[in-house]
């Protein structure tokens, strides 16, 4: 069992863990845990810490090429499951938010916490949980279409929100990430917070001529955001 924890100063604090995990090389199975987690391009000094198997995440610049946000902390899995795999994994966080506008939801940021990937160049990956500003989990998957870099895209292929509104207050919440691939290219997900379930998906491979086939499925924990806000 992979356990991560990490710390974001918006503050975002998270523990993360996978049950059953993969984690194209050598792993072209179903192992049982995901080993070699890789940071991102490259971080602020200190912005992510090992401890053990606990990570701590805190704000960084995004040091990556491309892209707007401005702020990204993120360990990436280098090794990626097969198309052909036929498996469920679960992901679970221990989390909690403070930021300055903890009182208001107006000027709060969007983020993201977890996404699967394929090997595109461009578009929302086939799966990337984030919140709204709102405090609500968001679900969103995309179609790339061609190979180029760039944001030739069909937007919200799979898309869904929850109902409970995240507090970033310090309230702890726990976020369970449920996966099946099924083999095919494709793979459901189930979304829970505390428990409760909050949102449904299902990315299917294209069938549209021109559009990008995923390569593979790997997997990022991160905390992604539009903007880099720090905590005094």
């Known amino acids: 069992m992979f356990r991560l924890a990490s710390l974001l100063i918006i503050s975002l604090f998270i523990v993360f863990q996978s049950k059953s995990s993969f984690s194209m090389q050598e792993y072209w199975g179903k192992p049982k845990a995901i080993s070699g987690w890789n940071i991102s391009c490259s971080v602020d000094d200190g912005s992510i810490t090992r401890k053990g198997n606990n990570w701590v995440f805190k704000t960084s610049k995004n040091r990556c090429e491309g892209g707007t946000f401005k702020q990204r902390a993120e360990l990436s899995s280098p090794k990626a499951l097969k198309l052909a ?122 069938i549209e001529k021109g559009c990008f086939k995923s390569k593979y499925h790997y997997f990022k ?12």
Request: aromatic residues 10%.
């Open 85 to 206: 795999t036929k498996a469920k994994y679960e992901f679970q966080s221990i989390f909690r938010m403070r930021s300055k506008e903890s009182s208001g939801l107006s000027n709060l940021e969007e983020f993201e916490i977890f996404q699967i990937h394929d090997g595109r160049l461009g578009c929302a990956p086939p799966l990337s949980v984030g919140f709204l500003k709102t405090g609500k989990v968001r679900l969103l998957g995309d179609y790339k279409i061609g190979t180029a870099d760039g944001q030739n895209c069909d937007r919200k292929i799979m898309f869904d929100v929850g109902d409970t509104v995240v507090k970033r207050d310090g309230t702890e919440y726990k976020l369970n990430v449920v996966l099946e691939f099924n083999g095919n290219s494709s793979f459901k997900v189930a979304v829970y917070i505390n428990d409760r379930l909050e949102a449904l998906g299902k990315y299917s491979p294209p």
């Open 221 to 232: 924990q991160r905390a992604y955001s539009q903007n880099c806000l720090i905590m005094n």
